[in-house]
């Protein structure tokens, strides 16, 4: 069997994972909120999908979801808030592929990072792609690239769809793709067609 990769990586400094302050550093000009909102529905399109399938060879779990949204991702195994990813165990095993675009809202978002890496570090699952803004600035955001092995930075702003498979207007921000395991080579080649591919050096922290 494939070695684990080892996290953090030795050349980024790891950030404490607290709750506090991810609640406090959420995305730019929204108000943390614990309730799901319409904007944190925001379904994942297709073609992004489709390279999320190519790296990972398939997705065992997508922790933040629905039926209708589950449609489209195709992941075998799915949490949503009826069986919340917070509370439920992720158990994906050793080989298996976590596909993560969080709810948007700032207190949401935070808590569902912490409880990715959470989950990371407690080997609930041993490959995994998110998806996010690109708050480069926030605490959560930080968290991500201290353990990640690449990261895409979108060169776009990414159409989301609606339960009714229609895309959405009104995306502010670019997106971010994260890479966690150990084809960060192979994301690198499939991801370079949606943003340019980058392997985090140096130091990642709070602004
Ligand atoms: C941004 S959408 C992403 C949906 C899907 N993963 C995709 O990429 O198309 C976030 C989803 O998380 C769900 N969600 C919100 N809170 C949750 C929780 N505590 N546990 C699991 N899912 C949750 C929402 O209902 C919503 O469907």
């Known amino acids: 069997m494939t070695a684990m990769p080892k996290t953090p990586r030795s050349n980024i400094v790891a950030l404490p994972v607290s709750t506090a302050s991810a609640h406090r550093l959420g995305y730019i000009g929204r108000v943390p909120t614990s309730k799901a909102r319409d904007a944190d529905s925001w379904f994942t399109p297709p073609e992004y999908l489709d390279s999320v399938r190519a790296v990972m ?75 996010v803004n690109n708050a480069t600035d926030t605490r959560w955001f930080n968290v991500l690239v201290a353990r990640c092995t690449r990261i895409c930075f979108t060169h776009h702003r990414i159409s989301f769809w609606n339960a009714d498979r229609k895309h959405i207007s009104g995306n502010t921000r670019g997106q971010a793709f994260f890479y966690f395991g150990r084809n960060a080579d192979k994301f690198a080649r499939i991801f370079g067609k949606h943003g340019f591919v980058v392997t985090p050096v140096g130091e990642a922290g709070p602004a």
């Open 57 to 131: 060879g398939g997705i065992d779990l997508d922790p933040f979801t629905s039926e209708t949204a589950n449609e489209i991702v195709g992941a075998k195994r799915i949490l949503t808030v009826e069986q919340s990813a917070f509370d439920e165990d992720w158990k994906a095993g050793p080989r298996g592929r976590v596909f993560m675009n969080p709810p948007y809202s700032a207190g949401l978002c935070a808590r569902a990072v912490n409880r990715f890496i959470d989950q990371w570090e407690a080997r609930q699952f041993g490959e995994g792609v998110v998806l």
